[in-house]
């Protein structure tokens, strides 16, 4: 008779334990999670593996059965700076997560498995479901259909199943590690530096093109002639010109800005008109604000805790930045009539340093129904930074988790939002 499966050692377990906790805990305490659907879904599955793990009896076999070295391999990809716009977990049959990846819409198959345990021909080994994603990718809706099919296995992978990606699909081996490597320039010298996750180290990634050309480079948008000639110097200075002062016409990286994201630059509220607003009768505040006065004075106070420069900066930083035709024209409406005289000086300036691209939404945000929460106006804006393969800049949130909610990845960046307040 053969002897019953020895359990888990001790060691084996709290190990495990203390690593699932550990994940939990960081997850937990990510500020991304309120906004990353990914995340969300990733905690509760941790969670449950923690319940599983110290439960009376997890294991009745040795080695320890554990979905621990799956889930932190998601959570490492997942936190990856190439990696954005996470859709929710499995969202298809053998689809690990859709995102943008490195700019373009990739749908992602990930192994935590040990390399020895994969293989390649069998009905169970990873072929058919390589195959499998690529027939779905070529045949979805252009508004989820990924240019790229990413392929990741964090703790290696073995040579048999390389030279059946690389042979029958056309994968391209490529470097996670790539965005990890960061220099510095002090009085004429380079530092470079590199700062991955340790156990990121083990992982390699494939790509495999699902359109044909979804690796082509598209020129950014020629520089303009700029010249601030400024009526009044103040207009400059303080944090409204620092933030100008970051952008780069020369930049190769873009950033798409939305209308809230260019009234939020200028808005009184952003540009010092804090203590104006706040020191003022709130009879004659409430007069003049009417039923907006509650959301003008969370904004204020918003601008006390968190200086919108701040997060703005960080935006445009080194970058860009273009508007569409659609948003040139509304912002200017809006400013002319609901700006004060500041505001409208910042506006002008503004739009000198930023680059009008023609309305140009990408296919496959026109593929979207147009609805209530999907406006055509919106459409238009996004689908122009998606074209451009831009992330907007925005505070449209509704907007953003309605197209999330399509199972479309979309760069964007999100701001709070500023009113123009008449100063």
């Excluded at 932190?72 to 929710?88: C, D, E, I, Q």
């Excluded at 498995?113 to 479901?129: E, I």
């Excluded at 520089?223 to 970051?246: A, H, I, M, R």
């Excluded at 990845?409 to 307040?421: D, Q, V």
Aim: a neutral charge.
């Amino acid at each position: 008779m053969a002897e019953p499966p020895a359990s888990a050692c001790p060691a084996e377990l709290d190990l495990a334990r203390a690593r699932c906790r550990a994940l939990h805990d960081r997850l937990a305490a990510s500020p991304a999670l309120p906004r990353h659907p990914a995340l969300r879904s990733l905690l509760r599955l941790v969670a449950a593996e923690l319940r599983f793990l110290t439960s009376p009896d997890p294991a009745t076999a040795r080695p320890l059965s554990s979905n621990l070295p799956h889930l932190g391999a998601l959570h490492r990809l997942l936190t990856h700076p190439a990696v954005r716009s996470p859709s929710r977990l499995t969202p298809l049959p053998g689809v690990d997560f859709a995102c943008a990846f490195r700019s373009r819409p990739a749908w992602v198959l990930l192994s935590g498995r040990n390399p020895s345990g994969l293989r390649w021909a069998p009905r169970q080994g990873l072929r058919p479901r390589v195959a499998a994603v690529l027939d779905s990718a070529r045949s979805a809706p252009p508004a989820t259909r990924p240019e790229k099919l990413l392929l990741a296995f964090a703790r290696g992978v073995g040579a048999d199943i390389v030279r059946g990606l690389t042979d029958e699909f056309g994968a391209l081996e490529i470097d996670l590690l790539a965005e990890f490597v960061g220099d510095t320039e002090e009085d004429g010298w380079v530092s470079v530096s590199f700062h991955p996750d340790e156990e990121m180290r083990s992982f390699r990634a494939f790509e495999i093109d699902i359109v044909d050309g979804g690796g082509e480079a598209l020129s950014p948008p020629p520089p303009q002639d700029v010249n601030l000639d400024v009526g009044s110097e103040d207009t400059l200075e303080g944090c409204f010109g620092d933030f100008l002062g970051k952008m780069r016409m020369d930049s190769m990286e873009l950033v798409n800005l939305d209308t809230t994201a260019l009234v939020a630059i200028v808005s009184g509220i952003s540009n010092g008109g804090v203590g104006k607003l706040m020191s003022a009768p709130e009879a004659e505040t409430r007069g003049r604000f009417k039923c907006n006065y509650k959301f003008v004075m969370d904004q204020a106070q918003s601008e006390l805790q968190y200086p919108i420069f701040v997060e703005l900066g960080k935006a445009v930083d080194g970058k860009k930045c273009i508007i569409c035709e659609t948003v040139s024209s509304e912002f200017t409406e809006i400013a002319s009539m609901c700006g004060g005289p500041e505001e409208k000086a910042r506006a002008s300036q503004l739009l000198k340093k930023l680059i009008i691209v023609s309305d140009s939404p990408s296919p496959r945000m026109m593929d979207l129904p147009t609805t209530r929460k999907l406006a055509m106006k919106n459409k238009v804006v996004f689908g122009t930074g998606d074209h451009w393969r831009a992330p907007t800049l925005t505070a449209n949130m509704g907007f953003v988790r309605a197209v999330s909610q399509s199972g479309m990845p979309l760069l964007t960046i999100e701001h709070k939002p500023r009113a123009l307040i008449g100063l």
